[in-house]
């Protein structure tokens, strides 16, 4: 009988904490657990940018001179922000936006 009041409790305890946790599976699930992971390691102005505009499709960062750049670009909006190591809004850069749509008109 106390085997069982202990099972049914350690069971009760093992379902209430894994109820907040995710399950992931697959190549498709850790990538969007990576992503999530991203997002909480922002701040300053990289967690700014993204709350206004939303998450960057087209990023990547740059190494040189010593210093560590990465490069955030909106198409659709036509803004490329550039940040440094500390997240840090460094440079704007404005250019024609592109539709996708029209991409894929012409083929």
Known sequence: MVRRVIFSLAVIALLTSTSEATTIRGTRGRR???????????ENDKLDI??????????????????????????????????DDESRLVETHRFYPEDR???FKRF
């Open 32 to 42: 969007l657990l990576r992503y999530q992971n991203l997002v909480k390691q922002w």
């Open 50 to 83: 993204y709350q206004k505009h939303g998450f960057p499709v087209h990023r990547f960062r740059v190494y040189g001179y010593g210093r560590v750049r990465e490069h955030w670009k909106y198409l659709e909006l036509g803004i490329e922000f550039i940040f």
């Open 101 to 103: 749509r029209e991409r």
